[in-house]
């Protein structure tokens, strides 16, 4: 049985870099960072104080109404404002005109959840007591609100779950979501991710174990993917979704196609709880499953948007996997971390990448790797060192990649309209 292609017809995003998608890209383009000191909690008592934080968020009314925004975590209002966005890019405000309710889904990657409301929570109770725990509490942090609010506002009856599999989840999601509509289940997902854990547990945790970036005298320069002087990742929030169809019926409908879902991998490191393997495995066999399943060549793949999140071992082990799997054409093959300019979103990550890869290739211009001052030895590939380059390719793959060694890939293909 043939499968169902796969169009990308809208995208909605937030991050440090701004709000929206049409702020983000000219930012992202010209090689600016949306790092810089944490505003939106207390960091006087705590190991690291820089973050890809997101500034000035509002939700308007017309998208939200403020009494039922107060009720949950900035993750679900990420989620929200992104999805919002994304349908109005689709065209899709309306999506009963054109679609069945049945037949719309929401599958969203979120890696942790509500942590900030829990930590706010937690507090309450020690101090308060029990009985000024609010009725609210659970909805607001579980992470299949995010799609479960989503749906209820969309009236989308079809599937409607998360997927939490760490700094993947998102990538993960888009993959189930390409299934969907592959296998003729549904017409139209909406996809990606949702992240927002700048509060103070998950920042000790991170910096005890030895993961954030110290290098907080100049914010911009912390995240600096496959440079000699890398020292960590620096934490981002946000949100990156997309909005899935069935290829046919959007054209149908008169859409406009940005890119094509055209493969898909994942895959085990099996390896450790929080390192990657060292030579890449498990980041390889993912890469390799993604073009088996695309039916594609390794002089195919024009740019990757790399997971690149500039810890010492794991810009080393995938720069190693890129170049186990594309042999020879791995040097010319264009490379970026964008978390060089968002920090790391985590379970989000995915989601607002792969919109950064489908940008790349319906504009022909690839986002630059910034503060790529002094490359690592081991890291000896095109990065697209801090200028962006145009370029026009036909497929782009993203990479994801998660503690406990779980892996995806995804690749889009440039789709002319």
Not at 212 to 237: C, N
Not at 286 to 311: F, V
Not at 379 to 387: A, F, G, H
């Amino acid at each position: 049985m043939a499968k169902n292609r796969v169009a990308v017809t809208g995208m909605g995003a937030l991050c440090g870099l701004g709000t929206d998608l049409t702020t983000i890209w000219p930012k992202l383009l010209s090689g600016q960072s949306g790092i810089s000191k944490i505003e939106n909690i207390n960091t006087e008592a705590l190991p690291c104080k820089i973050a890809g934080e997101v500034k000035n968020f509002v939700l308007n009314e017309n998208v939200f109404p403020a009494k039922e925004a107060g009720r949950y975590d900035r993750f679900i209002l990420f989620a929200v404002k992104a999805a919002h966005e994304a349908l109005h890019l689709a065209g899709l405000e309306d999506l009963k005109k054109n679609y069945l309710p049945d037949r719309m889904g929401c599958i969203l990657g979120i890696g942790m959840g509500g942590l900030p409301e829990i930590e706010r929570t937690c507090e309450t109770f020690l101090s308060k007591g029990s009985r000024r725990v609010s009725p609210f509490f659970i909805p607001a942090i579980i992470p299949n609100m995010a799609p479960g609010v989503i749906s209820i506002q969309y009236g989308l009856k079809g599937v409607n779950y998360h997927i939490s599999s760490a700094c993947a989840s998102s990538t993960h999601a888009i993959t189930s979501a390409t299934y969907e509509i592959e296998s003729g289940r549904h017409d139209v997902i909406i996809t990606g991710g949702a992240e927002s854990v700048i509060s103070n547990l998950p920042i000790s945790g991170f910096a005890n174990m030895k993961a954030l970036s110290k290098r907080e005298d100049d914010p911009t320069k912390a995240s600096r993917p496959f440079d000699r002087d890398r020292d960590g990742f620096v934490m981002g929030e946000g949100a990156g979704l997309l909005v899935l169809e069935n290829l046919e019926k959007a054209r149908a409908r008169g859409a406009k196609i940005y890119a094509e879902v055209v493969g898909h991998g994942a895959s085990s490191d099996a390896y450790h709880i929080t390192a990657p393997h060292p030579e890449g495995e498990g980041a390889k066999r993912c890469m390799k499953l993604a073009l088996e399943s695309g039916n594609l060549k390794i002089e195919q793949i024009g740019h990757i948007n790399a997971h690149g999140t500039s810890t010492p071992l794991g810009d080393i082990g995938e720069t190693k996997a890129i170049k186990g799997i594309f042999q020879q054409y791995a040097p010319k093959i264009k490379i970026c971390s964008s978390k060089s300019m968002t920090g790391h979103l985590l379970g989000a990550a995915g989601g607002l990448e792969s919109i950064f890869c489908i940008m790349s290739l319906h504009h022909g211009i690839i986002s630059p790797t910034i503060n790529l001052e002094n490359p690592d030895p081991e890291c000896d590939l095109d990065y697209v060192p801090n200028v962006a380059q145009k370029v026009q390719v036909e497929y782009a793959l993203n990479n994801s990649f998660g503690f406990g060694g779980t892996n995806a890939s995804i690749i889009f293909k440039h789709f002319s309209n």
